[in-house]
């Protein structure tokens, strides 16, 4: 299994999906098992949970930095 694949795959359907972003909200694991399909090893669930976790964190950070560049912007 391709983690950092399935890390991206997880996160944008969690972008797109409100009741999925809510389920991950609330219950990580169990969102994560739910997109998946599957029953991983705990190991293997908590590297994934814990890598999706810190990509919204950074695109989150990504989109914050853009809107205060574009209140410096040309007019």
Known sequence: ???AKTIEDLVKKLK?????SDLFSKD??????KTLG????DDQM??????VKAKLSV???GEALGAVKGLFGKK
């Open 46 to 51: 908590k590297a994934i949970v814990d890598g």
């Open 28 to 33: 990580p694991l169990k969102a994560v098992e």
């Open 59 to 61: 695109d989150k950070a």
């Open 1 to 3: 299994m391709d983690i």
């Open 16 to 20: 797109l999906d409100k009741v999925l």
């Open 38 to 41: 599957v029953k991983l090893p």
